[in-house]
Structure formats: structure tokens, C-alpha cells
């Protein structure tokens, strides 16, 4: 069956469910929640985000590894008062006190005989005769059944308990709120912001009859190993059987690019005077040395970080010698420095651009040309 919903990027999927979480504690709306997307699209990553964000307990539930009574609980004769009684499972939310989130991951490919379980959780927020606190929010996630997953239909009775996200890939979605935030390596930041197409790729893989596709998950496993394994002979195998063949020749033509031209240490190192040698000489080259900036941004590195970036928009006058002149550096220092000051923000080093010299330039600059 088709999810006949308009599909949101994994960040609204996570500004939504933050409302609800808001809006649950508040007393104001009480729903479960279904994450629809393809397999390593990000949907266990907005759960846990929205778990660490608001300090709730996560209990996550595979339920294609647990049977009805794993939920149910098992029974136990009371022979003093001649009734069954039901010693519940301790993997269900029960401390009303603690803000908590049961994830029913995996719904879609659940036996149908435990569907009816999931029911009364769902709508009721009961099983048994145990009830989910009002600190409880339900969220469960599936893939679809021309996702190349295992998977069944959803039929109405537990589509109805449910308010449906189905979630996309979006690539400045995750590059803006995944990626940088969660320091991705450069070259996966650079090739994803050039070659948006190839962030997630599985309904080509399945239609082309190929076992690997690009995911948002592939590429983050991709910064890992770029990190975890220096050596090429090691490294281009496992990123080959992380993406795929052609995809990861296209890639490691990027990452060489980039080892030969993109030298961030050096340049946070070196003296203001010798720094213009050190910055690559392609808008490639360029743009992965922003992102690189800002993952190498903190408390000791700010400063430095501040000076280089401001520094990417006087290449023309500096290395005339340089294609520079023709690169659209203006538009990447603003871009570099919008992402830089949202990590300030959220790390708390938001006092290095008030001292910084070089920010206060780039600021006088641009309101003089009218930009802020």
C-alpha cells in the first residue's frame, strides 16, 4: 500500500515529533507516532536525537525478534486466589515521573501475529493490564514493501492508530543537520554537497538489480572508515562495499583530490603571512576545507578557525597568481560562516567572534554592501 502523505526531510520528521513531545507534556495532544522511509534513511537516528535532546528514557523495541508474549508478559497461576496473573516484560515504560519513549522499530515486518498486540500500545497505550504513563511517547518506524526490505502491508485497523511521517532523502537537510553537526568526514560533506543524487540511492539499486545503495547510513559508515582506515589498499575495498562500485570510483577521486590540497592543521598552524600558499586551489578543494574548519572548530581553534575562513574571500587579492579570481568565494564564506556560528552556538563559543578582528571585517564589510 501506498503512504498517500506528503513526505517530510528526517529534519522536520525531528521538528515535528519534538512538537508532539511538547505538546504530550503539555496534556495537549496524546498520538502514536509511524516513521515511514527506506532502509538507512535516518529514522532510529531521529528517535535517539530526540531522546538525548529532551532527557527521556528510550526503550527500543525490534519487534521482528520478539514474540506477543514478549509484550504481553507471561502468565502465572496464583493458586491462593485461583486467577491467572501476568508477570509483565520489563522493556515497557512504567516510572511516571521520567519522560520516556517506547520506539517500535521495525513495525512493518512484524509477524501479523503479534499486530494485535501492538495494538492496544498504540491506541489504548496498554497491554494487559499495564498502562504506558502519560510521560510515555510512542513513535514506531518501518520500511515499505517496495523498499527491498522484508516487509508487510499495513492494514487499517493499525494504520488508523497511527499519525504517519513518511520521510525523504534530503541532501542540504542532512548536510545542515546531520552531517556537519555530527563532524562527517570532509570529503563525505564536499562529494554530498556536489553529487546530492547520489545521497541515497536505493530505488535505482533495486530497479537496477544491484545489491549496495548509496544511504544517508552508507555514508556516514563511509566517514568512519576514512577516519578508522588510512591505508588505501584497506580503505577503497571497504568504501567500495559500503556504496557500491561506481559511486565509491567517483568518490575516491575526491578523496585523493583532497589529501593532496587540503592541509587544515597546516593552516590553522601557520603565520597569517604564509597561510595563502596553503589553501587549495579548486572550489572542491575549497569547500572541503570550510567543512573541514568546522568540524576542527573548538574552544583552543576557534580564533584560527574565525581568521582562515574570513581569509577565503581575499584569495583573488592575495594569489593573483591563483584561479581564484573566478570562484565564488563571497557565497562560501557566508555559507562557511553561517555553519561555523551555528556550532559556536551550540557549543557555547559564541565569545570568539565577539573578539575576533577578523569576523568584525567581515561584518563591516558586508554592511556596507547592504547584506545585513
Not at 570568539?352 to 567581515?362: D, V, W
Request: aromatic share 6%; net charge negative.
Amino acid at each position: 500500500m501506498t503512504v498517500n502523505t506528503a513526505p517530510v526531510s528526517a529534519g522536520q520528521a525531528l521538528d515535528i515529533l519534538r512538537a508532539a513531545h511538547a505538546a504530550q507534556a503539555a496534556g495537549h495532544l496524546t498520538a502514536s507516532w509511524m516513521l515511514h522511509g527506506r532502509p538507512g534513511i535516518g529514522k532510529t537516528e531521529i528517535v535517539t536525537q530526540l531522546a538525548a535532546e529532551t532527557g527521556a528514557r528510550l526503550f527500543d523495541l525490534r519487534l521482528t525478534t520478539i514474540e506477543p508474549q514478549d509484550l504481553r508478559g507471561l502468565p502465572f497461576y496464583d493458586h491462593a486466589t485461583q486467577r491467572t496473573i501476568w508477570y509483565r516484560p520489563e522493556d515497557l515504560p512504567d516510572d511516571p515521573a521520567r519522560p520516556a519513549i517506547l520506539f517500535l522499530d521495525e513495525l512493518t515486518a512484524a509477524a501479523p501475529t503479534l499486530q494485535p498486540t501492538v495494538y492496544g500500545l498504540l491506541q489504548e497505550r496498554r497491554v494487559g493490564r499495564h498502562r504506558l504513563p502519560d510521560t510515555c511517547l510512542v513513535i514506531a518506524a518501518g520500511n515499505g514493501i517496495d523498499d527491498g526490505a522484508i516487509a508487510y502491508d499495513m492494514g487499517t485497523a493499525l494504520s488508523d492508530r497511527l499519525i504517519h511521517l513518511h520521510i525523504r532523502a534530503e541532501a542540504t537537510d542532512w548536510l545542515t543537520r546531520y552531517a556537519v553537526p555530527q563532524n562527517l568526514h570532509p570529503a563525505v560533506i564536499t562529494f554530498i554537497r556536489t553529487r546530492p543524487d547520489l545521497l541515497e540511492t536505493t530505488e535505482d539499486s533495486l530497479r537496477r538489480g544491484l545489491t549496495i545503495a548509496c544511504t544517508p547510513r552508507s555514508w556516514a559508515r563511509v566517514s568512519q572508515i576514512l577516519h578508522a582506515l588510512p591505508d588505501r589498499r584497506l580503505r577503497d575495498p571497504a568504501i567500495t562495499g559500503t556504496i557500491g562500485d561506481a559511486a565509491a570510483a567517483e568518490f575516491l577521486l575526491l578523496v585523493e583530490e583532497l589529501a593532496t590540497n587540503v592541509q587544515i592543521t597546516d593552516l590553522l598552524a601557520a603565520p597569517r603571512s604564509r597561510r595563502p600558499d596553503l589553501y587549495p586551489p579548486t572550489m572542491t578543494g575549497l569547500t572541503a576545507l570550510t567543512y573541514g574548519l568546522i568540524g576542527a572548530a573548538n574552544a583552543t581553534t576557534m580564533p584560527q578557525v574565525i581568521e582562515v575562513m574570513a581569509e577565503l574571500r581575499h584569495l583573488p587579492r592575495l594569489r593573483p597568481d591563483a584561479p581564484f579570481a573566478r570562484l565564488p568565494l563571497a557565497e562560501l564564506t557566508t555559507h562557511g560562516f553561517e555553519l561555523l556560528i551555528q556550532k559556536a552556538l551550540s557549543q557555547n563559543l559564541t565569545d570568539a567572534f565577539r573578539t575576533s578582528a577578523a569576523y568584525a571585517e567581515y561584518r563591516a564589510e558586508r554592511q556596507v554592501q547592504g547584506l545585513e
